[in-house]
């Protein structure tokens, strides 16, 4: 397994980002960010804590589970369901949603479908740590931590120390046909 | 999980992970659109081959809130008249593309029986006087909903155990769950074949009546020779019945559960029954929310965990 982030990289990564959100929205008004069930979460409360910071007023974060929304079920072992908690109405709001690794796009199409059943909100932007490539929608993160070029046989692991006990990004060589 | 039959033998985690599903799936019925994609292209077919409203309907809400498909099959309408056997129904569903059936009988096992010759997952809806696994997970959820946790929980089923795949259901999952289960019904009514049930038993609801933390009335079923083995409807009342007065003495936070259709002025009278602490609607709401579990489990995500 070979580093590529450290938890001082992801940080920083973290930091930039939080500065570039503002910079695109001008600003922090009417903005929500949802992480995704599991990493998403506590990724996005960090962003939140750090526009907090910066701007000085309080970002609502929410969390959405996309379990019944994966349009894989019939090929993955099923995943225990987790809550889906939103602060409050997300009509007309910027949400900003935020995971670790975005590699096919799936799992954000599958965020977005959970979002849209849920309310209508006026922008939907990406956070991601890291973007490893080999999309199979058409889907783009508006704000990325680092941008990874990998083999589909590759492994990216993005670990968070709320959940992990540590922060950072690895990547791992896989043998050929093993890949998620 | 492959298919719910029973809940005997079912282990706790297991039962633990479908009723946390169901809460997710709570939630979901209470969203201004209560319906999630997760069972798209999916159907789920509703066999039941003994007269039944409100679970049809609950598996069949349930079905339709994931975005499944549902054949709905009732014995009243259908070739059964015209001497059609159980297994040639059963494998004429499956031939118009059904993923997963739910049967309701009026033998015992005779889902089994329907797993065995489909090949299909099968949800028991019901079997004689044997199984009824989802009513116990919606009691379950109820409990849960209300207690946290059913562990260390005080539970009576009261009534017609003998008679009851309710009773043979619930006390399984409660028991397993960490309840302590007390049946408790006239000696008639209760069935010759209790070895190894983990429950204790009273003929005599009046004297533990203030022990417990839930109450489970059940339905006296004349329909299954209930009603021939007590004097009569007014004394079962007298020694069994929900009265306003044994609603006085339970304690003050005892919750009353009954899985329907509550006959008002047998098991319970009106008072009781309209009362908060009171479930039954409770229960028809949980109903879909662990049917909603059940489906999703045994139609989603690969198999390799059994």
């Keep these: 397994m070979r580093s590529v982030m450290s938890g001082e990289d992801m ?19 009417d903005l929500v960010l949802v992480g995704i069930r599991t990493r998403g979460g506590p990724l996005a409360e960090r962003l939140a804590e750090l526009l907090t910071e910066i701007e000085g007023t309080g970002i609502p974060v929410g969390i959405v589970d996309i379990g019944m929304y994966r349009d894989d079920i019939d090929t993955r072992p099923r995943i225990e369901l987790g809550p889906t908690e939103l602060p409050g109405d997300i009509d007309g709001k910027t949400i900003v949603l935020v995971d670790d690794v975005l590699y096919t796009g799936r799992t954000i199409r599958a965020a977005l479908d959970a979002l849209a059943d849920i309310g209508r909100a006026e922008i939907v932007q990406l956070a991601v740590v890291v973007d490893r490539g080999h999309r199979e929608l058409p889907i783009r993160a508006d704000f990325v931590g680092k941008n990874l070029p990998t083999s589909h046989t590759e492994h990216v692991t993005v ?8 922060d950072g990004v690895w990547l791992e060589g896989r043998e050929r046909g093993s890949d998620e | 999980m492959k298919n719910l039959l029973t809940m005997e ?19 979901v019925m209470h969203r201004p659109i209560p319906k999630v994609p997760a069972l798209r292209g999916k159907t789920v077919a509703t066999m039941f081959f003994e007269p039944s409203t409100r679970t049809k309907l609950s598996f069949e809400r349930a079905a339709k809130a994931l975005s499944a498909d549902v054949l709905s099959f009732s014995p009243g309408t259908s070739s059964l008249k015209k001497g059609e056997s159980l297994k040639d129904t059963v494998l ?40 009824h696994p989802t009513q116990a997970l919606l009691d379950s959820l109820t409990l849960k909903q209300h207690y946290g946790s059913l562990e260390g929980l005080r539970i009576a089923i009261v009534g017609d155990i003998r008679h009851s795949r309710v009773a043979r259901s619930n006390v399984w999952a409660f028991s397993t769950l960490g309840a302590r289960v007390t ?5 008639t009514l209760l069935p010759p074949d209790m070895e190894g049930w ?22 006296v079923q004349a329909e299954r020779g209930g009603a021939s083995v007590f004097p009569s409807v007014a004394e079962y009342r007298d020694r069994f019945g929900m009265t306003e007065a044994r609603f006085e003495r339970l304690k003050p936070d005892t919750i009353v559960l009954h ?48």
């Design chain 1, 159 to 166: 670990k968070v120390s709320e959940i992990d006990g540590e």
């Design chain 2, 9 to 27: 033998g079912v282990k706790k985690e297991t039962l633990e992970s479908l009723l946390s599903d169901a809460d997710e799936f709570y939630d």
């Design chain 2, 92 to 131: 004429t569903v499956k031939a118009m593309g059904a993923d997963l059936m739910v049967v309701r009988h009026t033998s015992t096992g005779a889902p089994w029986r329907v797993a065995e010759w489909t090949g299909l997952p099968v949800v028991n809806g019901g079997d004689g006087a044997h199984q």
């Design chain 2, 259 to 306: 899985p329907g259709p509550m006959i008002r002025g047998i098991e319970i009278d009106s008072g009781p029954a309209d009362d908060p602490r009171c479930k039954v609607l409770e229960q028809v709401t949980n109903g879909v929310a662990v049917r909603m579990a059940v489906l999703f489990q045994l139609l989603g995500g690969t198999k390799e965990d059994e």
């Design chain 1, 11 to 29: 940080a920083r990564a973290l930091r930039r980002i939080a500065h570039e959100i503002i910079e695109k929205n001008r600003g922090v008004a």
């Design chain 2, 183 to 187: 049946l408790i019904a006239p000696p």
């Design chain 2, 198 to 219: 983990p429950a204790d038993v009273s003929t005599d609801l009046d004297p533990v009546l203030d022990q417990f933390d839930a109450i489970y009335l059940l339905r």
